[in-house]
Structure formats: structure tokens, C-alpha cells
């Protein structure tokens, strides 16, 4: 079955456009952005607080790391990226294939199925071994947080005053 097939109506090519669009947003962010040495919070730099798993219990969630693995991956750091989260880069290699069917897509007149059995399946499995990684490594990783996200729980819990 092909994910690709033609089409006269215009809303999914403009889904599929969209969705490029995010990929380019995310791809020309992320590449301006220096990943956080200690593989996770680089999305702080976009002024989104820390992980409220790491800071109620200092365990990373399963998305943990995943913005400091793709800005790695993005700067050519593949060492780095696996290290902040070992499904990161392809979870951007995926996002990156399938932004570019899309996009093939639209610009060929082709509506790019994400609705099939196929389709489904891939994201299920996708889903699972993501979150079952997650999981994983949120119950066996301890001592997650930075200084930097432990001073931020200082100062929430009042054992510390705001600089």
C-alpha cells in the first residue's frame, strides 16, 4: 500500500505543507540553539521552565533530553545526541522523512496517507518503544537534575532566595 496517492482536494495538501512548515520551524530553531551540556534543558533557552519530573522527583520523563538531542544531532554532535536521548535522533530522522513526503507530496498533488493500517502500525510501535523507553529509564535513572535545576528548586521550596 502507498502512503502517497492522488488527489483533487487542496485541505490535505495544505496539512502537508504545514507540517513541513513545523519540521523547518523546529529544524532552523533547533540549529540555533547550543545543547545543554548536561543533556537535558536546552529547551530552557527558549525561556520554557525545567521538566516538572526532574524537578518533583529528579527522574527525567520520557521526553526528557529530546530538544538537547536534536539540537546535537542538528550541530553534528551524534555522540552527544545519543547520550541526551538515545531515540532522539531518530525520532528527527523520522520527523525529517516524513516532512519531505509530505512535502513531495503536496507539491506533486499526492495526499500523503497517515490514516492507513501501515501507517498506524508504525506509530504504535513508534508510540510504544518510545514511551516503554521512557518509562524504563525514568524508573532506573536517579539524581537527574542539574545545579541549575536544583538551585530552581530551591528557590521554589523557599530553601534558597532568587538571585
Given at each position: 500500500?502507498?502512503?502517497?496517492?492522488?488527489?483533487?482536494?487542496?485541505?490535505?495538501?495544505?496539512?502537508?505543507?504545514?507540517?513541513?512548515?513545523?519540521?523547518?520551524?523546529?529544524?532552523?530553531?533547533?540549529?540555533?540553539?547550543?545543547?545543554?551540556?548536561?543533556?537535558?534543558?536546552?529547551?530552557?533557552?527558549?525561556?520554557?521552565?525545567?521538566?516538572?519530573?526532574?524537578?518533583?522527583?529528579?527522574?527525567?520523563?520520557?521526553?526528557?533530553?529530546?530538544?538537547?538531542?536534536?539540537?546535537?544531532?542538528?550541530?553534528?554532535?551524534?555522540?552527544?545526541?545519543?547520550?541526551?536521548?538515545?531515540?532522539?535522533?531518530?525520532?528527527?530522522?523520522?520527523?525529517?522523512?516524513?516532512?519531505?513526503?509530505?512535502?513531495?507530496?503536496a507539491?506533486?498533488?499526492?495526499?500523503?496517507?497517515?490514516?492507513?493500517?501501515?501507517?498506524?502500525?508504525?506509530?504504535?510501535?513508534?508510540g510504544?518503544?518510545?514511551?516503554?523507553?521512557?518509562?524504563?529509564?525514568?524508573?532506573?535513572?536517579?539524581?537527574?537534575?542539574?545545579?541549575?535545576?536544583q538551585?530552581?528548586?530551591?528557590?521554589?521550596?523557599?530553601?534558597?532566595?532568587?538571585?
Amino acid at each position: 500500500m502507498s502512503f502517497l496517492e492522488p488527489t483533487q482536494d487542496k485541505r490535505p495538501l495544505i496539512s502537508q505543507s504545514l507540517w513541513f512548515g513545523i519540521w523547518a520551524a523546529v529544524t532552523v530553531v533547533g540549529g540555533m540553539l547550543k545543547p545543554d551540556s548536561h543533556g537535558h534543558g536546552t529547551h530552557q533557552q527558549l525561556g520554557l521552565p525545567p521538566c516538572p519530573s526532574v524537578l518533583m522527583f529528579n527522574r527525567p520523563c520520557p521526553a526528557c533530553g529530546l530538544t538537547t538531542s536534536w539540537t546535537a544531532t542538528l550541530n553534528g554532535d551524534f555522540s552527544a545526541a545519543f547520550k541526551a536521548h538515545p531515540l532522539g535522533p531518530l525520532l528527527y530522522l523520522g520527523f525529517t522523512i516524513t516532512a519531505f513526503m509530505a512535502l513531495y507530496g503536496a507539491i506533486k498533488q499526492l495526499h500523503f496517507r497517515t490514516d492507513t493500517k501501515q501507517a498506524n502500525r508504525i506509530a504504535t510501535v513508534v508510540g510504544i518503544v518510545f514511551f516503554g523507553f521512557g518509562l524504563y529509564r525514568m524508573a532506573t535513572t536517579t539524581n537527574y537534575r542539574s545545579a541549575h535545576e536544583q538551585n530552581y528548586v530551591n528557590v521554589l521550596t523557599g530553601k534558597e532566595t532568587a538571585p
